[in-house]
């Protein structure tokens, strides 16, 4: 019998929140070593505060995050992000004031990431053209669009162990969410586990390898594109039309 | 013509000082948010071991440089850990009024334990490099001058040489803009904070040498130069480099001006008039950004 | 309904209770009952001095703790009241007891000048204008050659309020005195922050968007806030200059703003009582000190340093927070007991 392989991230009984409350409520998830889990459910239920959480721009009431063998809860971003968990944040957070490039520059910022960004670059300007056509525009003058190009690829400039991405598709005109998620699923294609937040499900079902529901700061239930699809309350409930 | 000269000179040279001194406190601003209101105190500082090291120990007048240089970056590392780390992501408190609080009474702190320690009398604190240079009809300047002007624009070329085009520099001008991506680049910020504010103060320090023998060194020469950064930087927009290095030598030439064609006594109240005036007119100073100054 | 309406249906004046009441009124009979049995001139000028200056820091800290104000120059204000009054005492023989008031409105009517620049300013870049500002008055006094001000030696001798009594009693009259306007000045401030405008000078300190998205007008609230302001600081200044016959350029200036300021912080920027509190602390302090003048700045800056890393909303402000945090605790033990928590 093969073993089952360890989960490259897994989340038991976390509670966190801002403030002394409580957002998160004892969550408890596991992100295998190759898999795109997709995390949906209502807005301000805790799926971004779930993702800062876990990269360490929250501190963790209670519970315990496991990343690559090690307990990363409680321990600062800066640690986190060393380690080679990648947060991609919601709205995007690019740096306003640097060009295109010096962003991406930021992404491979580790020592041993910093090597090899020539390389990373090119992989990036590869995966997004119009990256490099703006390579030394200031970001302040992209529009929506290049800048979630913009905030991916920095993401991508290490290699990432794993990696964490806020609402992809968030006020992108739908032409533009294609060649975002078309972008996530060479990823997701290459090996990288990605734990991915979205609020719109007509994209997910092509990258998603799993899916989790997170309401009320807890898991209700994980399960494949499929098999959610089939449920009738939660079709009704979270996810619209399919 | 001569007085032209005169202006222009004295103001370049003063200018050069000004951008040094103020140009730390703009950094400190931009990466910490803090407004650190013991960087007159540094110079204070540095102009006590300048005179230190040139008059009791007769070493190469460089190592007065690096001396106080070194001296106040150990101050500026021992400032930000007590007065600004303790106070960093706390809640209920206003960081930047705080801090600007408790900067200030380092700044108290430390020129009383100078006074302590040095007494009140001033100290001649001597050239570096002593005789002048006859620039135009009976307009001279002392090399000491010239040295103070070139070393200045020297380390802020270096400097912003550093900020735009190494790897630490690119990250240091990420967490201005953004600390929380900064931090997800694992960029090391707690480390960061005590370094740059220590480099600042030693920029005040080097500076600190250089008045000391323009001037003297004791233990209220930091009060000016305080008051001359404060206005400088936000003359020339808050964490702006390039603002603040503008704002200062449009200062000194304002001063200097005042101090040829009026009299001493009027560049301040001239120099607060003009303040005044720029700040209801440009209330994000020269090249701060409009959404930094209103709502 | 008028901004100065209580937020709260209960109509009261008062965020008191009637033990508190009580037990106010005790605390202020006993610090009035002093000068009865105790007659060292030293220490009951100390406290008379205490007590204006909690008058005015309470004014300081009512711009830049609970308005959220970068007022620097606030000093400037206070030496407007008190030049003001002492200059209509003694050049047209104003009553002593009319030039106060008078001192107050000048101050106040300076203070509501600064109100108006300070609107478009970011905070820091207030503290500028406001020091400029103090500066700039400061200097033009300290060159008054015509004899106005005195220059830098301060006003000729100032009648006071009592002029006609003996020392003791003149010094237990500016005692009482001073004590009833600290206590209308505390009582006047905690009433005022009852109020919808206390509430929106709050709303507007801790987001200036959300204020402005409320409609709050930005202006109205900052003229009143600066006005209310430079009335009560003015009043201290007048105190002042009759309490002492004389007020100097040195009442201004930045040692005397730091100790102040120092005062602020340490008993709790934006609380009622912290101003109290920290006068009180650092006034002791400095008596204690008054022989070792050389390292008396260097223990006040090291307090203020220790206290606020350990309690950076001040001591009373941390207290507060404190039996806040206490009672939420005792709330949220039922809540929790009732709640499902989800599988």
Redesign the interface.
């Known amino acids: 019998m093969t073993p089952v392989p360890e989960p490259i991230l897994a989340v038991h009984g976390l509670w966190a929140g801002y403030g002394g409350t409580a957002v998160l409520r004892g969550i408890e998830l596991e992100l295998g070593a190759d898999e795109t889990l997709v995390l949906i459910g209502p807005n301000g239920h805790g799926k971004t505060t779930l993702l800062r959480t876990i990269s360490g721009l929250v501190q963790p009431q209670r519970g315990e995050i496991v990343f690559a063998g090690e307990q990363i809860g409680g321990r600062r971003a800066e640690h986190v992000s060393e380690l080679g968990l990648v947060h991609v944040p919601q709205g995007d957070h690019v740096f306003p004031d640097m060009s295109v490039e010096e962003n991406l520059l930021m992404g491979a910022f580790p020592r041993s990431s910093w090597q090899r960004r020539k390389g990373a670059l090119a992989r990036v300007y590869d995966l997004f053209p119009t990256l490099a056509e703006r390579r030394r525009q200031r970001t302040r003058t992209l529009s929506g669009g290049e800048r979630r190009q913009l905030a991916l690829g920095r993401g991508l400039m290490r290699e990432a162990r794993a990696l964490l991405i806020d609402e992809p598709s968030l006020g992108l005109a739908p032409v533009v969410i294609e060649t975002v998620y078309a972008a996530i699923a060479e990823i997701s294609a290459g090996g990288t586990p990605i734990l991915l937040v979205e609020e719109n499900f007509n994209f997910i079902a092509e990258v998603a390898d799993r899916v989790a529901v997170l309401e009320m700061g807890g898991i209700l239930r994980t399960g494949s594109v499929a098999e959610l699809r089939d449920d009738p309350t939660l079709a009704a409930t979270y996810l619209g039309v399919l | 013509m001569t007085d032209l000269v005169a202006i222009l000179v004295s103001g370049v040279i003063l200018g050069s000082v000004y951008a040094l001194v103020a140009i730390g406190m703009t950094l400190v601003y931009g990466i910490l948010r803090v407004l650190d209101m013991s960087q007159g105190s540094m110079v204070m500082a540095g102009g006590f071991a300048g005179w230190a090291v040139l008059t009791s120990w007769g070493l190469n007048p460089l190592v007065a440089l690096l001396f106080a240089f070194a001296i106040t970056f150990g101050l500026g590392v021992a400032t930000q850990l007590v007065s600004v780390q303790p106070l960093l992501g706390r809640t209920g408190v206003d960081f930047e009024m705080i801090t600007f609080i408790t900067t200030f009474a380092v700044a108290t702190v430390i020129q009383n334990v100078a006074l302590e320690v040095f007494g009140p009398r001033q100290k001649d604190v001597p050239p570096i490099i002593g005789g002048t240079v006859n620039i135009y009809h009976g307009v001279s300047i002392s090399m000491q001058s010239i040295l103070m002007a070139i070393v200045s624009i020297a380390i802020i070329g270096l400097l912003g040489a550093f900020i735009a085009r190494s790897r630490y520099g690119v990250a240091i001008r990420a967490v201005a803009q953004d600390l929380d991506a900064a931090r997800l680049m694992a960029v090391p910020v707690r480390g960061m904070f005590p370094i740059v504010m220590g480099f600042a103060s030693a920029l005040a320090g080097v500076a600190g040498v250089f008045l000391g023998a323009l001037y003297f060194a004791s233990p209220t020469t930091g009060e000016l130069p305080l008051l001359i950064a404060l206005i400088v930087v936000i003359f020339g927009g808050l964490g702006s480099l390039l603002g603040t290095i503008y704002a200062a030598y449009a200062i000194g030439l304002i001063q200097s001006s005042v101090s040829v064609e009026i009299g001493t006594q009027w560049a301040f109240p001239v120099l607060y008039a003009v303040i005044l005036a720029v700040l209801v007119v440009r209330p994000q100073g020269l090249a701060g950004r409009p959404s930094e100054a209103r709502l | 309904m008028s901004i100065f309406a209580p937020v709260t249906r209960r109509q009261r004046l008062l965020p008191l209770s009637t033990a508190q009441w009580a037990a106010w009124t005790a605390a202020i009979l006993v610090i009035a009952l002093v000068p009865l049995g105790y007659t060292d001139q030293y220490i009951l000028s100390i406290i008379v001095t205490a007590l204006i200056l909690v008058i005015l820091n309470s004014s300081w800290n009512f711009l830049?703790g609970m308005a959220?104000v970068?007022n620097f120059g606030q000093l400037a204000i206070y030496a407007c009241g008190g030049y003001g009054a002492g200059l209509l005492i003694l050049e047209w023989g104003v009553p002593a007891w009319a030039a106060l008031f008078a001192g107050g409105a000048i101050a106040s009517a300076v203070s509501i000048l600064l109100a108006f620049?300070t609107l478009?300013?970011?905070?820091?870049?207030t503290?500028?204008?406001t020091f400029?500002?103090a500066?700039?008055i400061l200097?033009v006094i300290l060159n008054d050659n015509t004899g106005t001000t005195g220059g830098p030696f301060g006003l000729d001798f100032v009648n006071g309020l009592y002029p006609s009594l003996s020392p003791l009693a003149s010094m237990r009259a500016y005692y009482w005195t001073a004590l009833l306007v600290a206590v209308l000045t505390l009582a006047a401030i905690a009433a005022v922050m009852q109020t919808r405008f206390g509430m929106a000078l709050r709303a507007v300190r801790d987001s200036?968007?959300y204020g402005?998205a409320r409609g709050i007008s930005a202006l109205r609230y900052r003229v009143l806030a600066f006005g209310f302001s430079g009335f009560i600081a003015g009043i201290a200044g007048a105190l002042y200059t009759d309490f002492n016959n004389t007020i100097q350029p040195s009442v201004m200036g930045?040692t005397p703003m730091?100790i102040y300021?120092?005062m602020l912080?340490v008993g709790g920027?934006g609380t009622v009582l912290g101003p109290v509190l920290g006068t009180a602390i650092l006034v002791t302090l400095q008596t204690l000190l008054v022989d070792h003048p050389?390292?008396?700045?260097?223990i006040?800056?090291?307090a203020?340093?220790v206290i606020?890393?350990f309690f950076?909303?001040g001591l009373v402000?941390e207290a507060a927070?404190l039996s806040r945090?206490f009672s939420?605790w005792l709330g949220e033990e039922e809540v929790a007991g009732e709640e499902q928590?989800?599988?």
């Open positions: 830049l959220g970068w620049p478009r300013l970011y905070g820091i870049y503290s500028l204008l400029s500002f500066e700039v200097f200036l968007p402005a930045l730091s300021v120092t912080v920027l050389g390292i008396e700045l260097t006040l800056g090291s203020l340093l606020v890393v950076p909303r402000g927070s945090r939420a928590s989800t599988p």
